[in-house]
């Protein structure tokens, strides 16, 4: 069964820095890896979604990369502003049909003006 | 410019009363999910729809049915409401199956449900 771990749990940082949050997985058969954010009282809108043949996505200030063989997937956030803090959820697609999304619990991530 | 539309956004029910989650969607999807998402859990699939009039089982479906008579619309029903059904819940949508390349799941904002 899959499994997606998520570390840390929370972070917070001040405005201005970079910062990477971490996302590891149990079984490294994937089809592909999304990494969504989450506001407070909010559903989820997806960031970035980086295929199982892909190294890495860009979009903006953020960069994803994706290392299928070690099962470990990083969000790398530039230059962090207080409008990043929400929680971002990572979520592997995998298995038979692939129709399931395994997601990881989430890192909360504050940044601090 | 809707996306995916959830109602309720909120609901209290007693324990053994029924209800019907809607989820609505204007974008042609053809693929739908709901998932509950609880402190300590994460999101967990529930049941999905690969088109009109299908349905099939995720991860958590007992205690739940679904409907999926029109393409744009995905009802989750509660027949005999349990407090372990307390939850926030989450529709979602995409193009194809998650697999595909560039088809993110689109969700909506959440119903949030308590059972007494």
């Known amino acids: 069964k899959q499994e997606v771990t998520q570390i840390p749990a929370a972070l917070s940082v001040p405005e201005g820095e970079n910062l990477v949050l971490n996302c590891s997985f149990t079984d490294s058969a994937i089809y592909n890896l999304q990494w969504f954010r989450q506001d407070p009282g909010k559903g989820l809108t997806s960031l970035l979604l980086i295929q199982s043949s892909q190294r890495e996505q860009t979009s903006g200030r953020l960069n994803a990369s994706l290392d299928k063989s070690s099962g470990r997937s990083t969000l790398y956030i530039a230059a962090s502003q207080p409008g990043d803090s929400a929680t971002y959820l990572c979520a592997v697609s995998s298995g038979a049909g692939s129709y399931q999304l395994t997601f990881g619990k989430g890192t909360k991530l504050s940044v601090i003006p | 410019n809707a996306g995916v539309t959830q109602t309720p956004k909120f609901r209290v029910l007693k324990t053994g009363q029924s209800m019907t989650l809607l989820c609505a969607q204007d974008?042609?999807?053809?693929?739908m999910y709901w998932y509950r998402q609880d402190p300590g859990m994460g999101l967990r699939l529930i049941h999905y729809?690969?088109?009109?009039?299908?349905?099939a089982k995720g991860e958590v479906p007992d205690g739940y049915n679904v409907s999926r008579l029109k393409k744009q619309n995905f009802l989750l029903g509660l027949e005999s409401a349990a407090p372990s059904q307390t939850s926030v819940y989450f529709c979602?949508?995409?193009?194809?199956?998650?697999?595909?390349?560039?088809?993110?799941?689109?969700f909506g904002d959440g119903t949030r449900l308590s059972i007494l």
């Open positions: 729809s690969v088109g009109e009039g299908t349905t």
């Open positions: 979602a949508s995409s193009h194809t199956k998650p697999r595909k390349i560039n088809q993110p799941q689109h």
């Open positions: 974008m042609n999807h053809e693929y």
